[in-house]
């Protein structure tokens, strides 16, 4: 199995910066990676697909990048309503996750 | 619009089978592949398994000798069967349909709590 590691697992930010989380894969992917963000008590919603695309009606200010075994996820000018967990997916192989990062409001 | 709901029992006995159903609409089951993803209390995500628009399936090779997914396509519904249930397997359990252009999940459920306990 391919394995995802995640970091950080928590962090902390004020409104409007920029935030950066990141992925590394245990071999090449081939940016079939993907990135979702999970509010409390709710399903996961996809933000990023192949790496970098923006799933359909997701902010602008959500971006994705990366390739071989390191990915990541930006999201500039931080919102309240970003307050959640992300977690990125690899699919190059049978699906895998990372172990999420908690994103707070400093 | 797509939707997927799951159903089934919110408590099982250890040693017990889960069952659990995915209902969806929106799609048909012959043109995208439903996956079961769970999560546990507070933790991370951990994929199940899958069955694919052709209809074979694919499993998470740590629970393929308990696991079991089935479709019956007139009814849009897919089927997980998981025996000899532990404390363990004690999770949120989401359905997730796959995207067009990769094996991510574009569309989830809303996922049914399944508790293992006696």
């Known amino acids: 199995d391919i394995q995802m590691t995640q970091s950080p697992a928590s962090l902390s930010a004020s409104l409007g910066e920029t935030v950066t989380i990141e992925c590394r894969a245990s071999e090449d992917i081939y940016n079939g990676l993907a990135w979702y963000q999970q509010k409390p008590g709710k399903s996961p919603q996809l933000l990023i697909y192949?790496?970098?695309s923006l799933h359909t009606g997701v902010p602008s200010r959500f971006s994705g990048s990366g390739s071989g075994t390191q990915y990541s996820l930006k999201i500039n000018s931080l919102q309240s309503e970003d307050v959640a967990s992300y977690f990125c997916?690899?699919?190059?192989?049978?699906?895998?996750f990372g172990s999420g990062t908690k994103l707070e409001i400093k | 619009q797509v939707q997927l709901k799951e159903s089934g029992p919110g408590l099982v006995q250890p040693s017990q089978t889960l069952s659990l159903t995915c209902t969806v609409s929106?799609?048909?089951?012959?043109?995208?592949?439903v996956h079961w993803v769970r999560q546990p209390p507070g933790k991370g995500l951990e994929w199940v398994g899958a069955i694919w628009s052709g209809g074979s399936t694919d499993y998470n090779s740590a629970l393929k000798s308990r696991l079991s997914i089935s479709r019956d396509t007139s009814k849009s519904q897919v089927f997980l069967k998981m025996n000899s249930l532990q404390t363990e397997d004690t999770a949120i359990y989401f359905c997730t349909r796959s995207g067009e252009l990769g094996y991510y999940f574009d569309y989830w459920g809303q996922g049914v709590m399944v508790t293992v306990s006696s």
């Open positions: 192949n790496a970098n």
């Open positions: 997916q690899q699919y190059y192989d049978y699906p895998t």
């Open positions: 929106g799609f048909s089951l012959t043109s995208n592949s």
